[in-house]
Each structure stands twice: as C-alpha cells, then as structure tokens.
C-alpha cells in the first residue's frame, strides 16, 4: 500500500473525493447563508447597495492615466512594448528552468513581502511563474501611473492608490485556487476549511450588519474593565459629548501639574490603557503624575451637530475645568492623540488668542497640524468626496464607524485586510487573541458636523497652519501658542506620516522637540519601557520642511521613548505635591473607570 503523502509535501491530491464533493456541497450552502446576511439588511431598507460613488470615482481616475497612454500611437506602443518585455523575460527564464538550466528569475518579490513566503511559490514552477506575472503586471500598472503626464498631483496620488489596491487585490496568494498553501490544507481536509471560512464570512456580515466586518483578533477573549482599560480610576464628570475619568494615585507625592490626555474621538482613548503591561496611563500614574481622560461619546444623530467648537469646549477645555478643579493646580500639561493632537493644538491656538494660559506645555502622538504631507489618507478627500461623505451624513447625522476603519485598513491593505482574508476564509481559522486589533476593530462614529469641519478644514484647505482656521469666533494663528511642544512622530506611520508631523513643528510659536520614535501609528506610541522594543530619535530643532536632513543627524536611543519624555515633563516643572484623591471632595465619582461611554459598540 503507497505510503499516504501529508499536505506539507508539495502534493495536491486528495484521499477521500466523497467527502471533498460534500464538503464543497456545504461550501455552497454557507455562502448561499453569507449572501443572505448581506441582502437582508439591504431588503429591509437598513442598508444600501449604492457602490456607484467610489466605483465611478476610481474608474474616473484610473482613466485618466489610461487615456494618456491611449492619447497617442506612440505612447501606446510603449506602453505594450514594456509589458511585453517582462513576460518575454519571464518566458525565457522559465524556459531556461524547465530544461534543467540554471535561471535567474525575471523578477522578485520584495523580501518584506510575506504573501510568497511559501515554498511552493519558488519551488513549484506553476506558482513561481503566476507569482512572477502577477509582480510584472502590477510592477508595470504602477510605472504606468507614475509616468503619465499631466496629470495634477492629487489625481496622480488617488490613481496610484487606486492602482495598488486593484493590484492588491488580484494577487495569486487571494484566490483557492492560485495560493498553494490554501489549496493544500483544502486538498489534506477535504475542504472542511473551506466550510468552517464561509460559516465565518456569513457570521462576519451579519455583524456588519451587512457589510463585511472582517474580524482581526479574538472576541471573546477581551473585555473592558476585566484585562483591558483596567487602571484604577472613576468618572467624575460627564456630559453629552465626553466622560471625564480621574485614576487613582500609586505613589506618595505627585507632580503639581496634572496630565489631562485628549484622545481621538476616531478611535476609543483604550489605545492608552490595553493591558496592564502596555498601558500608557497606568505607567504615567507610577511615574506621580495625576491622570485625567477624556472619554468620548460614541455619538448617534443626537450629537449630529457637535462641531469642532462643541468638541473644544464641551471636550478639552471642560476636561481642562475639571482637571484644575480637582487639583487646584494653576495649570495642566496635556497630551494630544492623531486627532485628538489635532483639536488640542486648535485649542492652544484658540487659548493664545484669549490670553488663557492654563495649558502649561503640550505633547502631541502622531498628530498633524499641517496636512501638506498627509500621505494616502488625501485619496479620500476632494470636493465631491466630501460632499458624498456629507450627503450620507445628513440622511443619519454621523458617519458609521465602520466607514473610517475601512479607509484606515486600506492604507495597509496587505497587513490589515488580505491576510485575515486568507485565513479567516479560506483557511478557515480564527484568529488569535490581540489586545491592539480588538482595539482597532473596536470602532466609532463620528458626528456629521464635526467631522464635516475637519474633512474642509484640514485636509481640503489646510487652513490651520495657513491662519485662516475659524473656531469660536477667533482666527487661529498657532505661532501665538507659546506653550512648549513635545512633538511626537513614528518612522512608519501611515496616517500622519514623519514627514507631515515634523514639517507642523514649524508653526508652532514656542519652543518645540521633535523625537522620532520606531513602527508606526500605534505601536511606536504605545511602547512601554519593559518590553525594550524599537527605537527612538532625538535631533536638533525641527526647523521647516528638513525632515531628510534632521534624520541625518538625529541619535538613535534603544528602547522606549516614555522616559525621555518624563525627564522633559519634570524638567518644564518637577514640583511635587501629596497625591490627590480622586474628586479631592469637590466632585463625586460617577462610575468606575472606564466608564459607560467607552463601552457603546457601533
């Protein structure tokens, strides 16, 4: 009897048809389930199946760059002649190696690029050959892009996008049939992953409310208060737009300032309170510093009106109130997240203007004030991107959370989105507990004025740096903000990039350090001390658009970025005072951290 091959040997072949043919049966009829969750919220008139806007938008753009490659003979025989060239290599290469020939591939995957990682795509000729077609392709689509003249930068910057999400998409490693690591534990289980994938599609749908909610991590295994957002503290004020949590002291003395952090209203302020061993807050109250945190509303269409102003004032400058209240401090230092940086700085700028000086320095996470250089996130706004984005707004008063998880995964589409695609529905497995995606998955909405006002203001117009920016019935100008700035960047962030943060140093009007920490948006910011993980940079005086040139000379650290930045909260003031109790009997607790805000799902 022939010795029965295990899937990992390269082979294809299945050992029980009977059971693959019911299995592919059951496939079928999961899928027929997927499909019903996506048509019933749509039946029921709770959703719609209006894709014309962004549909018709790419394929504006994306021909455009066609049309000037078509726009004359000449073009678009190079065009052809280019294309043509690779598989030409391709096909003598692959020639070469079917004769036994030794023969260099015509061309390579990037080596960060995990989607070829498996064998088969350079041992098996088949897969070796469809992996090197498929890189030619798109290595050409997007050369296609970048050359194509006349094109004005913003159409040229959305068709390169548009260009690598197609190319993204179409990938070999995305289809059964073409991914050899797929179509093995298909082939070795009879299909069973293929089964227990659609039962999970369908489930994913429905939680979607008929849209695909892709899940990134565990859901079971988190929740908030037992081993997430688990440091000590109490709401001690609220209103319609924001919670207020104060958390308890763990050291003697304290530092006479307190901390009063502003997280994104984007995102859920847990970022900064995961696990106990990765809690921004939780180290901060270690170090004596007096924690105070904004937790913002998830808002529904009661809050459809809240604008930037409501945001300043009914958000961080009561929050402020609260925190020199509680304390009776004369001032706070405050932190600023993505967003959150953003409305602080808008803060600052609006407190210079009334001669309010109760914010004594700034710190700002991955925050951009100038959005000259906002990297990929500017595909999305143009005039009658905004107005599309605005029209849904008024039909429910807020923009589904869900809306802006999707363009954030789209800007990492090959590490957020493929990959859990591959194994949540072909492989058919769950994925693991991660405290970070279940945070990222873990979305908000935003309310249509005030995210009507950011989307005009900052991106389209940029009128903050610019000085026209109008809040409250002053014009902002952020060189009359003379608080100290600690200016935050991460080398690999895909939403307010290095580049963007650095060159907003510039209009700040006091004194401004700029560091540069490892990763990206998330996990360069939330890099405890104990985990001695990445890097970080400091540098001279951040000085105009001298990003390149500041990194030439700027020093590397190991590790984390959190004691630095401790040192230079204690050198602005170290005075310490006996440690508050929370309320100090002049507000009553509420409920304890992380509150009830934090916990509404959209």
């Known amino acids: 009897m022939a010795e029965e091959k295990s899937p990992s040997d390269g082979t294809f072949g299945t050992s029980d048809p009977e059971a693959l043919a019911r299995n592919l049966a059951r496939v079928v009829e999961e899928a027929g389930k997927a499909a019903s969750a996506y048509l019933k919220p749509r039946e029921e008139g709770k959703a719609t199946l209006d894709f014309s806007e962004p549909i018709a938008d790419m394929v504006k753009t994306v021909s ?5 490659w078509m726009g004359e003979p000449e073009r678009t025989v190079e065009a052809e002649r280019r294309l043509w060239a690779g598989y030409l290599d391709l096909w003598a290469s692959s020639l070469k190696r079917m004769m036994g020939e030794p023969a260099k591939p015509a061309i390579e995957p990037d080596p960060r690029d995990k989607r070829f990682a498996d064998r088969e795509w350079s041992e098996n000729q088949f897969f070796d050959f469809l992996k090197q077609v498929y890189l030619i392709t798109s290595r050409w689509a997007s050369e296609m892009v970048d050359e194509a003249g006349g094109l004005d930068e913003h159409t040229r910057h959305k068709a390169g ?3 690598k999400q197609i190319a993204n998409a179409v990938a070999p490693s995305n289809f059964v049939l073409t991914n050899p690591e797929v179509l093995r534990e298909t082939v070795a289980s009879n299909a069973e992953n293929l089964v227990r994938g659609m039962h999970m599609l369908a489930e994913d749908i429905k939680a979607g409310h008929g849209d695909l909610k892709i899940r990134q991590s565990s859901g079971d295994t988190f929740e908030l208060g037992r081993n997430l957002a688990t440091t000590p503290g109490q709401v001690i004020f609220e209103n319609t737009l924001c919670q207020v949590i104060q958390y308890e002291a763990t050291t003697k003395d304290v530092l006479k300032r307190p901390l009063l952090i502003v997280p994104p209203w984007i995102n859920k302020f847990y970022i900064l309170d995961l696990t106990a ?16 945190v904004i937790s913002w509303v998830n808002p529904d269409k009661r809050q459809a009106k ?3 102003e409501h945001y300043m004032r009914e958000g961080v400058l009561k929050a402020l109130e609260v925190a020199l209240k509680v304390t009776g401090a004369d001032g706070a230092n405050a932190v600023g997240y993505c967003v959150g940086g953003t409305l602080l700085s808008v803060t ?8 309010d000086e109760r914010i004594k320095s700034a710190t700002l996470f991955a925050t951009q004030v100038d959005f000259t250089h906002a990297g990929d996130l500017k595909v999305f706004v143009d005039e009658e991107q905004i107005a599309d984005i605005e029209y849904q707004m008024k039909m429910t008063g807020y923009l589904e959370g869900g809306k802006m998880s999707t363009a954030f995964n789209m800007l990492r589409p090959n590490d957020l989105i493929w990959p859990y695609v591959i194994t949540n529905y072909f492989k058919g497995q769950k994925p693991s507990a991660f405290d970070l995606l279940y945070w990222n998955a873990d979305a908000t909405r935003m309310p249509a004025a005030n995210h009507s006002f950011y989307l005009r203001n900052c991106y389209l117009d940029n009128r903050l740096s610019g000085g026209t920016m109008e809040v409250a019935g002053e014009t902002l100008d952020l060189a009359k903000s003379k608080v100290p700035i600690y200016n935050l960047a991460t080398r690999e962030d895909h939403i307010a990039p290095p580049r963007s943060v650095f060159y907003g140093s510039s209009f700040f009007g006091g004194p401004v350090t700029f560091v540069l920490t490892g990763s990206g948006h998330i996990a360069g910011v939330i890099n405890p001390p104990a985990r001695n993980k990445y890097q970080y940079w400091t540098g001279p005086k951040p000085e105009g658009d001298g990003y390149d040139e500041w990194l030439k000379v700027a020093v590397e650290h190991p590790g984390s970025w959190w004691p630095h930045w401790q040192k230079w909260i204690e ?3 170290g005075t310490r005072v006996k440690a508050r109790k929370i309320g100090a009997g002049k507000l009553k607790a509420i409920e304890p951290a992380p509150g009830s805000y934090v916990r509404v799902r959209s």
Request: proline fraction near 0%; aromatic fraction near 22%; hydrophobic fraction near 45%.
């Open 64 to 68: 455009k760059v066609v049309e000037y």
């Open 161 to 163: 996008f548009y260009v």
């Open 277 to 292: 061993e990765k809690s921004f807050i939780r180290w901060c109250v270690e170090q004596g510093q007096t924690v105070f």
């Open 306 to 308: 809240k604008s930037f």
């Open 348 to 355: 600052l700028a609006w407190m210079a203007a009334k001669g």
């Open 571 to 573: 050198t602005l003031d």
